[in-house]
């Protein structure tokens, strides 16, 4: 990202506007969430999964940015950054799945699924934040315990760390790119609160 695509590869203006329609997509599935009923395994679910849509958006918003920022540092830490939330994302909405799947019928399969840890380590995952977005931040590691509630609660750590990286990006750029992270910061902080 952050480059004009090469021979076989998608331009800019294309990788732009497929995540303009991928956050259109995302805000129809939040509302579309947020008029469900509550889970069997309580409104706990909805919440994640809600949560996880909010990700979702940060994910292509920073994605944005992405592809706008010049070639060098900021942009390479927004291509990290943006995956460091879709993982995020997809981690709040395992939690909701472990939580609903005593509610699902068990079915067999000789295929064994493994899912990743219910929390990410960053620097194992090949995701490890750096400059410019970590200048005067301090990444604290994330309490994990066996617990969802603790699970849950360490994965609000790492949001509410992402969200100070985000924000760190917004007062690098300006114009639309540093209010929508900005905003995105905002939603992700409100989701660690939520989480903790």
Not at 55 to 62: Q, R
Not at 97 to 124: C, M, S
């Amino acid at each position: 990202m952050g480059r004009q695509g090469r021979a076989g590869e998608r331009t800019n203006a294309v990788v732009t506007a497929e995540l303009a329609d991928g956050l259109r997509t995302a805000r129809e599935a939040k509302v579309a969430v947020e008029a469900l009923p509550p889970s069997p395994a309580g409104a706990i679910v909805n919440r994640l999964y809600r949560s996880s849509i909010v990700l979702d958006e940060g994910w292509m918003t920073i994605s944005s940015a992405a592809v706008s920022a010049s070639p060098g540092p900021l942009g390479d830490q927004l291509v990290v950054a943006s995956r460091r939330a879709l993982e995020l994302s997809n981690r709040v909405f395992d939690r909701g799945r472990v939580l609903i799947a005593a509610h699902l019928p068990t079915t067999t399969t000789a295929i064994e699924l493994v899912p990743p840890a219910p929390v990410p380590d960053w620097v194992a995952e090949g995701l490890a934040p750096g400059p410019p977005l970590d200048v005067g931040l301090v990444q604290a590691p994330a309490p994990v315990g066996t617990s969802e509630a603790a699970r849950r609660r360490a994965l609000g750590v790492l949001i509410e760390a992402e969200a100070a990286r985000v924000a760190r990006a917004a007062d690098l750029l300006t114009g639309p790119q540093h209010d929508a992270l900005l905003a995105t910061s905002r939603q992700m902080l409100v989701l660690a609160t939520q989480l903790r």
